[in-house]
C-alpha cells in the first residue's frame, strides 16, 4: 500500500499564488509517475499536471500558470500555481502510478485539498 499526503491548500483572492505539495509514503517499489487533478462541485475530476521520468503535461487551462515538480529522492511531487482565477477554485487530488516488484501497476490518490480562489 502506498499512502498520499497532501498540504498546501488554501483560500486566497484572485492573482494570488499557491504551492501544493504531495509526499509518497508506504511500499514503494518504483513510482512511475505523479500527478495533480481537480474536481470543483457538479464537475468531473480533470487532470492539471502530470510528470514522468520524460514529460510533463498540463491542461490547457493551467499552462503558463502552473508549475509542477518532483523531488524523486522524497517521493514528493509540487504544484506552484500563480496567477490564480476563480476558476481554479476546486478540491486537488494527487496521484501517483506505481508498480510492483512483480510488474503489477497500481493507481493511489490522496485525501484532497481544497483551493478556493475568491473574485
Known amino acids: 500500500q502506498v499512502q498520499l499526503v497532501e498540504s498546501g491548500g488554501g483560500l486566497v483572492q484572485a492573482g494570488d499564488s499557491l504551492r501544493l505539495s504531495c509526499a509518497a509514503s508506504?511500499?514503494?517499489?518504483?513510482?512511475?509517475?505523479m500527478g495533480w487533478y481537480r474536481q470543483a462541485p457538479g464537475k468531473q475530476r480533470e487532470l492539471v499536471a502530470t510528470?514522468?521520468?520524460?514529460?510533463?503535461n498540463y491542461a490547457d487551462s493551467v499552462k503558463g500558470r502552473f508549475t509542477i515538480s518532483r523531488d524523486n529522492a522524497k517521493n514528493t511531487v509540487f504544484l506552484q500555481m500563480n496567477s490564480l482565477k476563480p476558476e481554479d477554485t476546486a478540491v486537488y487530488y494527487c496521484?501517483?502510478?506505481?508498480?510492483?516488484?512483480?510488474?503489477?501497476?497500481?493507481?493511489?490518490w490522496g485525501q484532497g485539498t481544497q483551493v478556493t480562489v475568491s473574485s
Open positions: 496521484n501517483a502510478d506505481t508498480s510492483s516488484g512483480y510488474g503489477s501497476r497500481y493507481d493511489y
Open positions: 508506504g511500499s514503494i517499489f518504483r513510482i512511475n509517475g
Open positions: 510528470i514522468t521520468s520524460g514529460r510533463i
